[in-house]
């Protein structure tokens, strides 16, 4: 693509790999981390800095793949600059994107291509000014090597101490929630009351599929973070095979109750991009 858009625009290689290069590799590796945040794959920064450093890992690998073969016979220092340099400048511009994406957007499994255009903007002009030579080549790749893992480090510990207190915050209120509605007091709840408040504006068997929608979404929640709890103690948890059938339920429930009725259920149920990164881990 590269080789096409540079006889196409007449731009010399040089002038391209600072401009052009950035732009084109950049954005084919955020086409990836679109699909994943579709699919429901990345909930917390942790997901981001593992998924983003994976992507531009495998795109280094197959870049510098393709250079080994054309190339021919080369210095070792240009592997050197190219497997610790420009392969890890490709690790942190995808996980900076990734991350960029996953910091503003937080609502559903969208993502706003303002999220994404901010992202792509910082990854393309770290990108850029890597290309620039504005160092000495080796003294650039000791820059990377040591700016990135450092950064990523401090996601780390920033995403677990978030992740801790999110399980502890969310888990005792959708317990209490959960267990209202099998005692049958669920219209005593400000949930409750709540659904009984727009019942009337769906039909009957819509409002007793989000009821039904509510309870098997609380009991798979719960289950994710018990699950999430068993493997952060160092413990690989039994996955059931009647979470299957209900994450398959929850899907049928979705399609029946519909888009207008999962807005309304919205306010009752936490339906950011972590919860519905939370349910899809049962798949894993």
Known sequence: MN????????????????????????FLKGILLI???????????????????????GFSFVENLYYALTMGDVSPMIWIIRGFGTAIMHCGTTTLLT?????????????????????LALAVIIHSLYNQFLLNPLVSTLIVMTVVPLAIAV??????????????IELSSEVELLSMIKEGEF???????YLLH??????PEVVFDMLNYVRIYLELSVKAKSVLLLREAGFEPVIEREIEEKLNE??????????TGLLA???????????????????N
Not at 155 to 167: A, H, P, S, T
Not at 252 to 259: A, D, H
């Open 3 to 26: 080789t096409f858009l540079m006889d196409f625009s007449g731009v010399g290689l040089d002038v391209y790999s600072r401009g052009g290069a950035p732009i084109v590799e950049e």
């Open 35 to 57: 699909y994943l945040f579709k699919r429901n794959k990345i909930g917390f920064l942790i997901d981001g800095a593992i998924l983003g450093f994976s992507i531009g890992a």
């Open 99 to 119: 991350l960029t994406i996953a910091g503003i957007s937080q609502e559903g499994n969208a993502v706003p291509l303002k999220a994404f255009l901010t992202g």
């Open 155 to 168: 996601v780390f510990q920033n995403g677990e101490k978030k992740l801790r207190e999110w399980m502890e």
């Open 187 to 193: 219209g005593s709840t400000k949930s409750g009351k």
């Open 198 to 203: 727009i019942k009337d504006r769906f039909a």
């Open 250 to 259: 929850l899907k049928f429930l979705e399609s029946s109750v519909g888009r």
């Open 265 to 283: 259920l919205a306010p009752m149920l936490r339906m950011d991009r972590k919860s519905l990164w939370k349910i899809n881990m049962l798949t």
